[in-house]
């Protein structure tokens, strides 16, 4: 199943390019009261979706719609830096743009925390801040948790998967920590939608493409992911407890490069889809 976030805040299932309407599904979520929950309420409960009819009379062109983040609100935004071993190398022989300090391998480094204020969906847009400074694209599969876990096994580690989507880490270049040059506004894309884990073919062996109009710059596969997906929720579990909604940026692939004002990215991931994310300044 394809779910999707669109306009103010209507929720739907995505078919070929229509979408069904079911915003309908908010009004079973078990009613939260102050504090809320860490968790996202509607990642927490997708089995509601198992039983919803499919109304044809409902349906929307997806083209018609604006699509926000498929998960509203995240308790946490995990990335890994450096996580195929070619964007290492493309890193350490850039040194005009790459700090040296951030460039090691993901053993080393560990995981890094996106602010949750940085996402938006696909219709974006990404909104350029310090415009003297280099920007750029990184093109990642992005996994969501679906239950509350921690310490997990590696061969459990997909069981807790809500589902996948495209990411999108966009990151200023720079000496200061990745949580500030990777947090700010609108720097998280989440999208087009969430493809639940049951449609996702497992989650190694996945093409990702990212052009910039029209240009291509980053071409992979997740198979060539350093530390792959269930090495990831094993090792990031073992420090936080992941809930339902966290999102992980599994990490950026060789070809990453800068964007501006005006231009337009297209990232597609096989078994997820294709958006396009335009970029402005802010
Ligand atoms: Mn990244």
Redesign the pocket.
């Known amino acids: 199943m394809r779910i999707c976030r669109f306009n103010d805040d209507r929720i739907g299932i995505v078919r070929d390019n229509r979408i069904q309407d079911v915003t309908d599904v908010l009004n079973a979520l078990p009613a939260v009261r102050y504090p809320l929950p860490r968790h996202d309420l509607l990642i927490a409960n997708l089995d509601l979706f198992r039983s919803l009819p499919w109304d044809v009379e409902s349906e929307i062109a997806l083209e018609d719609v604006k699509l926000l983040s498929p998960v509203a609100n995240p308790g946490k935004l995990i990335?890994?830096?450096?996580?195929y071993e070619a964007h290492l190398q493309e890193a350490i022989a850039d040194e005009a743009t790459f700090s040296r300090a951030h460039v090691r391998r993901i053993q080393e480094t560990g995981l890094f925390l996106k602010a949750t204020s940085s996402l938006i969906g696909a219709d974006g847009p990404i909104e350029i801040r310090h415009a003297d400074r280099r920007t750029d694209h990184?093109v990642?599969l992005a996994v969501v948790i679906g239950r509350t876990c921690r310490d997990v096994p590696r061969d459990e580690a997909l069981s807790c998967v809500a589902g996948y989507a495209i990411?999108l880490?966009i990151?200023i270049r720079g000496p200061e920590e990745?949580s500030l040059r990777?947090s700010l506004d609108t720097y998280s894309v989440l999208g087009p939608w969430l493809v639940t884990a049951d449609e996702f073919d497992h989650p190694s062996g996945h093409d990702l493409a990212l052009s910039v109009d029209g240009e291509s710059r980053q071409i992979a596969n997740t198979r060539d992911l350093v530390m792959d997906v269930e090495a990831l929720i094993a090792f990031a579990s073992s420090f936080y407890t992941l809930h339902p909604g966290d999102v992980l940026?599994t990490?950026?692939p060789e070809g990453v490069g800068p964007i501006a004002p005006g231009q337009t990215i297209e990232a597609s991931i096989s078994g997820v889809g294709t958006m396009r994310v335009g970029v402005v300044a802010a």
């Open positions: 990335a890994a830096p450096v996580n990184e990642e990411g880490d990151t990745r990777k940026f990490g950026t």
